[in-house]
C-alpha cells in the first residue's frame, strides 16, 4: 500500500519560508518520479517542481529561484524548501508519487499553505 504524507504547511508572511516534507512508504522516491503540485480554490492543480528517479529537477517558471526540490534517499522523503513566498503562493500543496514499475500516480492528502501580505 502507497502512502504519501505531507507536512511543513502553515501560516506565513510575504517574504518567508516554509520547507514541506513528503513521507513516503511503499514507493521508493529514489525510484519513482516525484512532484510537487498546488491548487488554490476555484483552480485547477499545478505542478510547481519535479524530481526524477535520476535526481533531475524541473520547474514552473512561477517558482523557479524560489523553490527547490529535493530527497532524502535514507528516509524516503522529498522536500520543498519554498522561499520568498508570495501571497499568490497561497494553495493545497499536494505530493505526487510516479510508480517506476507501474506508471500509477499516488497522491498524498495535501497540505496547506498561506501567505498573508
Known amino acids: 500500500q502507497v502512502q504519501l504524507v505531507e507536512s511543513g504547511g502553515g501560516l506565513v508572511q510575504t517574504g518567508g519560508s516554509l520547507r514541506l516534507s513528503c513521507a513516503a512508504s511503499g514507493i521508493f522516491v529514489g525510484r519513482s518520479t516525484m512532484g510537487w503540485y498546488h491548487q488554490a480554490p476555484g483552480k485547477e492543480r499545478e505542478l510547481d517542481a519535479s524530481?526524477?528517479?535520476?535526481?533531475?529537477?524541473n520547474y514552473a517558471d512561477s517558482v523557479k529561484g524560489r523553490f527547490t526540490i529535493s530527497r532524502d534517499i535514507t528516509k524516503n522523503t522529498v522536500y520543498l524548501q519554498m522561499n520568498n513566498l508570495k501571497p499568490e503562493d497561497t494553495a493545497v500543496y499536494y505530493c505526487k508519487g510516479t510508480s517506476a514499475a507501474s506508471g500509477r500516480d499516488y497522491w498524498g492528502q495535501g497540505t496547506q499553505v498561506t501567505v498573508s501580505s
Open positions: 524530481i526524477t528517479n535520476r535526481g533531475s529537477s
